[in-house]
């Protein structure tokens, strides 16, 4: 019989083989699905040019033109790269498939002349299109590429939102899910009609079943928060799974769900509107692992109660943390500005947490109508990657109390197992950002080599010092100047090394989502309907 | 399997799950342990600065301005923030106007002649006019407080 320790290290090993095998160790290094695994760390785990700052400081755009389809609007979801070919869903409702040799078209789907998947509810860019990044399985003995997107083929004809499995190679459709998510109806602010979305949350293929989330167009108004599990081999709703964050309004799934052994991860959106009460159960604005073979939760993270619920969602797909120098953990930032590291293992309902980020007795006990604190609509919503034991994001920081915005434009790298006095490890200030929301997209990392798309249309490396000297020093709480960090009880900390390529379209094409690592190159695509690849 | 260590289990289970690998299918190595703590008294900073950096002032405080304005007829609002590292305690500050003091992270004492008044997370306080007061930071987090003066011109 398996000790204990042993079975656990059988689960890490089969992570590590199913991992090796999920990005293609038979072929080439692959980014088969968003955020690179199902414990969503997009961390690129094979060594290439990348992993050198010496190769990296040459990189430029490598196509002879980036891929544009026709008719494109924004790309507001991640490419995913598999065996030599790209795949990615656009706002004009298109799934396409290009060559990653030549930035060439390989298929679309629907094919020319078919009706596009798009939305009549159609309020903001999670809303018109194809904002799900997609996944890559095997179904039967065909590699197959899934992706959610709504279809005004069923219900109401409104787009409903609907899982596709298409043949990777070909692009022909193998099986469409039945309806996930439901509009029957555009009247804004109406509460009787239902306004679900798939949205920006990618599709989870884990022990063969898909999972993916249900959140709403635009909170008008907050609809069911669900995760929805359809069979991997038929696209059938998975029999004997069920979650939804309440039972009646709230509690969105903006994210998309992460999985290690047989539990579920994800991240929920707020519940309170209007004069409405709290719903019984509460699920919303909560770090949350379910039991994957039937949703029930395991424990539950709601560091913001509803008392305090101004829409801070948790937006932010969950990491989990894995292999680290501690035990692993769940971390997300939620959109207030806090980061949160949750065990893994927690075994009561209420998780059991690690760590917060900024630190404060919040860390013990959650947050106190009496304490002073905001949790409001802010923009702290793109996942971090996990790299080891760290873990590097767009987040809050020391300053989340007075400055609360000031964090949008700056990476921070947390040390996961460190105390609260040694868990910033640096800071960065990326260049080329613009606009007051979304100025940074989800960062990627491989072998400490961190990468990540700007607003301004630039895609930013920044090297963690332990590959990389860094450029200096410089004060962890970033309001503080440098000559007066250690006075006002701060840790002075590194300021890395960056390369900052800025992409042919300028300001006006700025990037959205993760920058995809494979075989040392860098995938990206942006507002203006491009897909670029950038090589040393 | 009784005896054997995780990592044994790791190494046979990942070796029977391996397949051939060509040389760009090698793992990186993962070097993501505490890096050296940079001296306190450091110098060789980067570039970075703030843009509205604390300044420290003769009362022992970091402070700076975020907000400033003439509001009402004669009256002048200022909105400062205030920090004070842990175990460290001001010398006597007196404001030009009525203040509100709120505490946004740590927490702290306030006292003034002979009263004290604690300073928890959240706290929202209130200071008159010329009032001398000191303020203390008894725990382990920097106290960080924002301040609002009221002045009349």
Same mark, same amino acid.
């Given at each position: 019989?398996?000790?204990?320790?042993?079975?656990?290290?059988?689960?890490?090993?089969?992570?590590?083989?199913?991992?090796?095998?999920?990005?293609?160790?038979?072929?080439?290094?692959?980014?088969?699905?968003?955020?690179?695994? /199902?414990?969503?760390?997009?961390?690129?785990?094979?060594?290439?040019?990348?992993?050198?700052? /010496?190769?990296?400081?040459?990189?430029?755009?490598?196509?002879?033109?980036?891929?544009?389809?026709?008719?494109?609007?924004?790309?507001?979801?991640? !490419?995913?790269?598999?065996? %030599?070919?790209?795949?990615?869903?656009?706002?004009?409702?298109?799934?396409?498939?290009?060559?990653?040799?030549?930035?060439?078209?390989?298929?679309?789907?629907?094919?020319?002349?078919?009706?596009?998947?798009?939305?009549?509810?159609?309020?903001?860019? *999670?809303?018109?299109?194809?904002?799900?990044?997609?996944?890559?399985?095997?179904?039967?003995?065909?590699?197959?590429?899934?992706?959610?997107? !709504?279809?005004?083929?069923?219900?109401?004809?409104?787009?409903?939102?609907?899982?596709?499995?298409?043949?990777?190679?070909?692009?022909?459709?193998?099986?469409?899910?039945?309806?996930?998510?439901?509009?029957?109806?555009?009247?804004?602010? *109406?509460?009787?009609?239902?306004?679900?979305?798939? =949205?920006?949350?990618?599709?989870?293929?884990?022990?063969?079943?898909?999972?993916?989330?249900?959140?709403?167009?635009?909170?008008? !108004?907050?609809?069911?928060?669900?995760?929805?599990?359809?069979?991997?081999?038929?696209?059938?709703?998975?029999? =004997?799974?069920? $979650?939804?964050?309440?039972?009646?309004?709230?509690?969105?799934?903006?994210?998309?769900?992460?999985?290690?052994?047989? &539990?579920?991860?994800?991240?929920?959106?707020?519940?309170?509107?209007?004069?409405?009460?709290?719903?019984?159960?509460?699920?919303?604005?909560?770090?949350?692992?379910?039991?994957?073979?039937?949703?029930?939760?395991?424990?539950?993270?709601?560091?913001?109660?509803?008392?305090?619920?101004?829409?801070?969602?948790?937006?932010?797909?969950?990491?989990?943390?894995?292999?680290?120098?501690?035990?692993?953990?769940?971390?997300?930032?939620?959109?207030?500005?806090?980061?949160?590291?949750?065990?893994?293992?927690?075994?009561? /309902?209420?998780?059991?947490?690690?760590?917060?980020?900024?630190? %404060?007795?919040?860390?013990?006990?959650?947050?106190?109508?009496?304490?002073?604190?905001?949790?409001?609509?802010?923009?702290?919503?793109?996942?971090?990657?996990?790299?080891?034991?760290? $873990?590097?994001?767009?987040?809050?920081?020391?300053?989340?109390?007075?400055?609360?915005?000031?964090?949008?434009?700056?990476?921070?790298?947390?040390?996961?197992?460190?105390?609260?006095?040694?868990?910033?490890? &640096?800071?960065?200030?990326?260049?080329?950002?613009?606009?007051?929301?979304?100025?940074?997209?989800?960062?990627?990392?491989?072998?400490?080599?961190?990468?990540?798309?700007?607003?301004?249309?630039?895609?930013?490396?920044?090297?963690?010092?332990?590959?990389?000297?860094?450029?200096?020093?410089?004060?962890?709480?970033?309001?503080?100047?440098?000559?007066?960090?250690?006075?006002?009880?701060?840790?002075?900390?590194?300021?890395?090394?960056?390369?900052?390529?800025?992409?042919?379209? %300028?300001?006006?094409?700025?990037?959205?989502?993760?920058?995809?690592?494979?075989?040392?190159?860098?995938?990206?695509?942006?507002?203006?309907?491009?897909?670029?690849?950038?090589?040393? | 399997?009784?005896?054997?260590?995780?990592?044994?289990?790791? @190494?046979?289970?990942?070796?029977?799950?391996?397949?051939?690998?060509?040389?760009? +299918?090698?793992?990186? #190595?993962?070097?993501?342990?505490?890096?050296?703590? @940079?001296?306190? #008294?450091?110098?060789?900073?980067?570039?970075?600065?703030?843009?509205?950096?604390?300044?420290?002032?003769?009362?022992?405080?970091?402070?700076?301005?975020?907000?400033?304005? #003439?509001?009402?007829?004669?009256?002048?609002?200022?909105?400062?923030?205030?920090?004070?590292?842990?175990?460290?305690?001001?010398?006597?500050?007196?404001?030009?106007?009525?203040?509100?003091?709120?505490?946004?992270?740590?927490?702290?004492?306030?006292?003034?002649?002979?009263?004290?008044?604690?300073?928890?997370?959240?706290?929202?306080?209130?200071?008159?006019? +010329?009032?001398?007061?000191?303020?203390?930071?008894?725990?382990?987090?920097?106290?960080?407080?924002?301040?609002?003066?009221?002045?009349?011109?």
């Amino acid at each position: 019989m398996l000790t204990r320790k042993c079975a656990r290290a059988a689960i890490n090993a089969g992570l590590l083989a199913g991992l090796l095998v999920a990005t293609g160790c038979s072929t080439i290094p692959n980014w088969s699905q968003f955020r690179y695994s /199902s414990i969503r760390q997009a961390d690129q785990y094979f060594e290439s040019e990348l992993n050198n700052p /010496s190769k990296v400081s040459t990189l430029h755009p490598g196509w002879s033109a980036p891929f544009h389809p026709s008719n494109a609007t924004w790309f507001t979801s991640s !490419p995913i790269v598999y065996n %030599g070919m790209l795949y990615i869903g656009n706002g004009n409702g298109f799934f396409y498939a290009i060559n990653i040799s030549t930035g060439a078209q390989v298929w679309q789907y629907p094919p020319a002349g078919g009706k596009a998947l798009v939305s009549k509810f159609t309020c903001n860019p *999670s809303s018109y299109g194809i904002a799900s990044s997609a996944a890559i399985t095997t179904i039967g003995s065909t590699d197959a590429v899934i992706f959610g997107a !709504p279809d005004q083929s069923s219900g109401k004809h409104l787009g409903d939102g609907h899982l596709f499995a298409l043949n990777a190679a070909s692009g022909a459709l193998i099986w469409e899910s039945p309806a996930l998510a439901q509009v029957t109806g555009t009247t804004m602010g *109406s509460t009787s009609e239902l306004h679900e979305q798939l =949205g920006y949350s990618a599709p989870l293929v884990w022990n063969g079943a898909v999972y993916i989330g249900t959140a709403d167009h635009c909170d008008d !108004p907050i609809q069911q928060g669900k995760i929805m599990a359809v069979d991997v081999a038929t696209g059938n709703l998975k029999s =004997g799974f069920s $979650f939804s964050a309440t039972p009646t309004r709230g509690g969105g799934v903006w994210s998309s769900p992460s999985a290690y052994d047989s &539990w579920l991860f994800i991240s929920t959106g707020n519940t309170r509107i209007g004069a409405s009460p709290q719903p019984s159960p509460n699920y919303g604005l909560s770090m949350l692992s379910l039991d994957g073979n039937t949703g029930a939760v395991v424990w539950q993270h709601q560091p913001v109660p509803f008392s305090l619920d101004d829409d801070p969602d948790w937006s932010a797909t969950p990491a989990v943390t894995w292999p680290t120098s501690c035990a692993n953990m769940i971390v997300a930032t939620e959109k207030d500005g806090w980061t949160w590291g949750v065990n893994e293992t927690s075994t009561s /309902s209420a998780a059991s947490v690690a760590w917060a980020f900024p630190p %404060g007795p919040w860390s013990t006990g959650g947050f106190k109508p009496t304490d002073g604190t905001v949790h409001g609509d802010t923009d702290y919503k793109r996942p971090g990657t996990s790299w080891g034991s760290v $873990f590097a994001g767009t987040m809050g920081g020391y300053d989340t109390t007075t400055n609360l915005t000031a964090g949008y434009p700056r990476l921070t790298a947390l040390n996961i197992c460190g105390s609260d006095t040694q868990r910033v490890r &640096w800071l960065k200030d990326i260049p080329a950002t613009s606009g007051p929301t979304y100025d940074l997209g989800p960062p990627t990392v491989t072998g400490g080599m961190f990468f990540v798309g700007t607003a301004g249309g630039h895609v930013v490396a920044v090297a963690d010092p332990s590959i990389q000297a860094a450029l200096g020093s410089r004060c962890e709480d970033p309001d503080i100047s440098n000559s007066l960090c250690t006075k006002a009880g701060h840790r002075l900390v590194p300021d890395p090394w960056i390369k900052d390529v800025a992409l042919p379209g %300028g300001s006006n094409d700025g990037i959205f989502g993760e920058p995809v690592i494979v075989n040392g190159k860098i995938y990206v695509a942006t507002w203006a309907g491009n897909v670029y690849m950038l090589q040393p | 399997m009784r005896g054997m260590t995780p990592l044994v289990c790791v @190494i046979l289970l990942f070796s029977a799950a391996s397949c051939n690998r060509r040389p760009t +299918d090698k793992r990186v #190595d993962i070097k993501t342990a505490l890096l050296p703590e @940079i001296a306190a #008294d450091d110098k060789a900073f980067s570039a970075y600065q703030p843009t509205n950096a604390y300044a420290a002032s003769a009362n022992g405080l970091l402070e700076r301005t975020v907000f400033q304005a #003439d509001t009402a007829p004669g009256t002048h609002i200022d909105v400062r923030d205030w920090k004070l590292p842990p175990g460290k305690q001001t010398s006597a500050i007196t404001l030009p106007g009525a203040a509100f003091i709120e505490v946004r992270s740590g927490s702290g004492t306030l006292m003034s002649g002979a009263q004290t008044q604690q300073l928890p997370l959240g706290a929202f306080v209130s200071v008159s006019q +010329d009032q001398s007061f000191t303020i203390t930071n008894s725990g382990q987090l920097v106290l960080t407080m924002r301040v609002y003066v009221v002045t009349g011109r």
